[in-house]
């Protein structure tokens, strides 16, 4: 199936690269593509090494790579492991938003406007021992669901969400993600679910986080791209919501601090009305970029 993603601040990402041709680039979270493909149209001989632990995302994608003159290699992995020696490209990328590929067709659970299973795994095919939202929401104790639906989503009923699960699961188990919005639905009040947000986003987004250990693996990977960056090479960073953007401020902040690199924008770049129109999952998007000064 191909990619239907929209890639999100393409122009203001690729830009704030300052790549050059034959430049060696990491895609961290390969998803649609979009950001791969763009920088090979742009630059000569570029190489890219494409991560993404869903392997599914090169099948539904690989096809717009066949007539561009770039060197791509894709690799099934999370880039929590990335594995790279020290100052060896020229820049990184991280898309940490769920792609629409995801949301849309993965059958996993990612949506709460489709019935499908609630696993939540950025695995494409889980094994046994994955730990899945269906294992959260009927095993993990009412006091840990609140907390992590608290902590992860920012959801002030988080208690009241966490107290509904496990009622239910008393009786049944809480098996695909239907059954847990309804949960969701009876646990909050009318007001809340009649608001701009839908009352279901933030259990979502906390479940997600802690199924695939996100905040984490995002400071692994901020860690390990940094060391594997060139001198004056960059990183781009687009999160969605404020924990991961809080992460990413810290450690750009830290690394200045420390004299190993240079804030190439001080604020978060936003997308801007035309995008925002096209595409409404852009209005929580923040871009922040790096550059590495010094080796250290």
């Not at 609630?118 to 094994?127: A, C």
């Not at 294992?135 to 902590?151: K, T």
């Not at 004056?232 to 902040?253: A, P, Q, T």
């Amino acid at each position: 199936m191909e990619s239907v993603h929209q890639t999100v601040l393409l122009n203001e990402t690729i830009n704030g690269l300052n790549l050059k041709d034959k430049s060696l680039v990491v895609d961290a979270t390969f998803g649609g593509g979009g950001h791969s493909l763009e920088i090979c149209k742009r630059y000569k001989q570029v190489k890219i090494i494409a991560l993404d632990q869903d392997k599914t995302a090169w099948a539904r994608s690989k096809d717009k790579f066949k007539n561009l003159n770039c060197d791509i290699t894709f690799s099934h992995t999370n880039f929590r492991d990335i594995n790279l020696s020290n100052n060896s490209i020229d820049a990184i990328i991280f898309d940490l938003g769920l792609s629409s590929d995801q949301l849309e067709n993965s059958g996993r659970g990612f949506s709460f406007m489709k019935d499908e299973p609630l696993l939540m795994t950025m695995r494409d095919n889980p094994r046994p021992e994955d730990l899945t939202a269906g294992d959260v929401v009927n095993d993990w104790s009412e006091e840990n669901l609140a907390d992590i639906i608290y902590g992860y989503g920012e959801e002030r009923f988080a208690r009241r969400i966490a107290r509904g699960v496990v009622e239910v699961r008393k009786t049944k188990k809480i098996q695909t993600t239907f059954d847990l919005v309804k949960i969701i639905s009876d646990s909050v009040p009318v007001a809340y679910r009649r608001g701009k947000l839908h009352f279901a986003t933030r259990t979502f987004q906390a479940l997600r986080i802690a199924v695939n250990d996100e905040l984490n693996t995002l400071q692994m990977g901020l860690k390990n791209g940094f060391n594997a960056l060139n001198i004056n090479g960059r990183m781009c960073v687009i999160s969605f919501h404020s924990l991961e953007d809080r992460i990413v401020k810290r450690f750009y902040k830290t690394k200045e601090k420390e004299g190993k690199a240079k804030l190439i924008n001080k604020k978060p770049i936003i997308a801007g009305e035309k995008e925002l129109k096209n595409n409404p999952r852009s209005r929580s998007a923040k871009l922040r970029i790096l550059e590495k000064i010094i080796y250290k």
